[in-house]
């Protein structure tokens, strides 16, 4: 090295300088690496976190994908979910954890999830949840198949009776799922639900 000039690295007084990596994300990551599959190591979501960020900065693949493992195993809300995705490219997580927050009810969701979410990805997901609610309605007030035609094998006072059997179903169960105030069926589970409901004959 030239003469007079300081290196990073050099000695305990010039420390390596690395670009977009603070000092206790390095901690982690080095501490995480001095300490592979030691069972008493106990990793928090910012030593996860920084171990994620650093390894992808620096392509290793197998503690990108054993970060990401371990960050499965916390109890993280969706809204956390989303906000580690954004910030360190966990692409497998968008679906779920935007499903989670989509039909929540909206008071369950906090301020510490707002601050995750950020405030547009938030509207975001109240108008989704105010058009799921809307169809959700919209579909519960009218009983679907009421003006298809009757089986040609089908007498008409059995359609009528047939009917009218369909809208007092309708009203009383899936109706009632439908517009629950706090448990509302989903509008992908409708089709399973009918199906798994008693014959009206029976």
């Known amino acids: 090295m030239p003469s007079g000039v300081e290196g990073d690295g050099e000695d305990s ?12 994300e390095f901690t982690h990551f080095v501490a995480w690496v001095y300490h592979v599959g030691s069972a008493a190591q106990h990793h928090t979501i910012p030593s996860l976190t920084a171990i ?19 960050l499965k195993k916390l109890d993280l809300s969706p809204a956390h979910k989303l906000e580690l995705t ?4 966990i692409p497998e997580w968008i679906p779920h954890a935007t499903r989670a927050l989509v039909i929540s009810p909206l008071a369950a969701i906090s301020k510490d ?32 198949g009421l003006s298809l035609e009757p089986d040609p094998n089908c007498p008409a006072s059995q359609h009528q009776l047939c009917r009218e059997a369909w809208i007092c179903f309708w009203w009383h169960k899936v109706a009632r799922q439908l517009l629950h105030p706090t448990r509302p069926l989903p509008l992908d589970a409708v089709i399973d639900y009918i199906a798994s409901q008693p014959h009206p004959d029976n």
């Open 86 to 89: 954004h910030r360190h490219s």
């Open 52 to 70: 994620l960020k650093i390894s992808r900065m620096w392509m290793i693949e197998n503690s990108i994908e054993w970060a990401i493992s371990n």
């Open 113 to 144: 999830d707002v601050s995750w979410l950020g405030l547009r990805v938030y509207s975001i997901i109240a108008k989704a949840r105010e058009m799921i609610e809307c169809e959700q309605k919209t579909i519960a007030a009218v009983p679907p």
């Open 13 to 24: 007084n010039h420390a390596i300088f690395l670009e977009g990596i603070s000092r206790e």
